[in-house]
């Protein structure tokens, strides 16, 4: 299952695209990038819209009525941080953009990229359903005396056609990309309703493929300690929303952190390309950030509209910057600014060309 490529701009061969910087880091690691995809010649129109607190800045909303006609016209974003107040405040921008384009597929690839620490060689993609689990928030309180917020309800939904895609989706990634297998994670031994509905639709769309790609399953518990002891049994993994997110921080910790973790969200008539990090407001302007996680997300959405060259080209480049001229950010070990990284990827893909 896969989106449709993006429409080309009339009048040029260049794709649109809707671009949101974000706020906290993301406008200085969005410029970076696409100072690399500029020197790369990707053929991208970028159609520049606001959300978060910039949204909330320019429009008064953290998620503006243009910026959602602009992804609704281009099918396609690439997208900075967007802060989301913790405990309060707006809802997560993420999910309502999940949501309103009905990007049930959140692909999250982790491959090592600096060779040498405790783990290596990792190559793991975590398939992540983006639409039900407990991130539908069907919550409220029960006050009990003069505490209003003395007792805290969330119900989680998840649907057997919603986990049939999901996992259907995850089955055709492997088989298109050359995996081995996919393990389905779970809690289905305590919440035998709401993920034993998706173990029962995981062993039956495992059926489809026997003989092609293998299939386990895992406890979700057991699943991240056998993540940390032995973290290459693992291929391809799928499950539910709550479960995908938490692991799938544990993976990007296998291989140098949350920078270095892009992240894809997939729907019919839509994808939006993200990192999997925050917006780091504590280091923003400073020019120290790593624009890593949102440059392979980057190489996700040129795989996704079929320049498959340029998005191998992406790779090499941020393989060789940090292994063959070692320029490296502060959080990989490096003292390169975000500008001397940028400048060292144009200069590799641009003598590439």
């Known amino acids: 299952m896969t989106v449709p490529t993006a429409p080309t701009a009339a009048g040029s061969n260049k794709i649109p695209c809707t671009l949101i910087p974000g706020d906290g880091i ?49 099918k396609l974003a690439l997208k900075g941080p967007l802060t989301t107040p913790v405990g309060g405040g707006f809802r997560s921008v993420n999910v309502r953009l999940r949501e309103e384009f ?19 060689n990792i190559d793991l993609i975590l398939v992540r359903e983006n ?79 026997e003989g092609r790609i293998a299939c386990d399953d895992r406890i979700v518990d057991a699943c991240a300690m056998q993540l940390v002891l ?10 539910t929303n709550l479960f995908g997110d938490i692991l799938s921080d544990l993976i990007a910790g296998l291989v140098g952190g949350l920078g270095a973790a892009p992240g ?29 996680a949102l440059l392979l997300a980057a190489g996700l959405m040129l795989d996704h509209v079929g320049l498959a060259q340029h998005a191998a080209a992406l790779r090499k480049a941020i393989d060789d910057v940090l292994n063959r001229d070692n320029v490296r950010t502060g959080d990989l070990g490096g003292k390169a600014s975000t500008r001397d990284y940028a400048q060292a990827l144009v200069r590799r893909v641009t003598s590439a060309l």
Do not use: C
């Not at 970076?32 to 949204?55: C, E, K, N, R, S």
């Not at 031994?189 to 995981?202: D, I, M, S």
């Open 230 to 239: 032995n973290p290459w049994q693992f291929d391809v993994i799928v499950t």
């Open 131 to 209: 639409l039900e689990g407990l991130y539908v928030a069907f919550e409220h309180y029960i006050p009990v005396g003069d505490d209003p917020h003395a007792v805290a309800i969330s119900s989680g939904v998840n649907t057997r056609d919603g986990a049939k895609r999901i996992i259907r989706y995850a089955f055709e990634h492997a088989v298109s990309h050359g995996r081995r297998k996919v393990t389905i994670v779970h809690k289905a031994n305590v919440l035998k309703a709401l993920t034993g509905v998706f173990l029962e639709a995981g062993k039956e769309i495992a059926r489809d493929y």
């Open 26 to 74: 993301g406008p200085e690691i969005v410029e970076a990038v696409i100072q690399v995809l500029d020197a790369m010649g990707t053929p991208f129109a970028w159609d520049v819209q606001q959300g978060g607190m910039a949204g909330i800045a320019a429009a008064g909303d953290p998620l503006p009525g243009a910026t959602l006609d602009s992804i609704r016209r281009n």
């Open 102 to 120: 009905q990007l049930f597929a959140n692909l999250r690839p982790a491959r090592t990229l600096v060779p040498g620490g405790r783990f290596d």
């Open 264 to 292: 894809a969200n997939i729907g019919e008539k839509a994808a939006i390309f993200e990192a999997v990090h925050g917006s780091a407001p504590d280091i923003a302007g400073k020019g120290i950030a790593n624009p890593t």
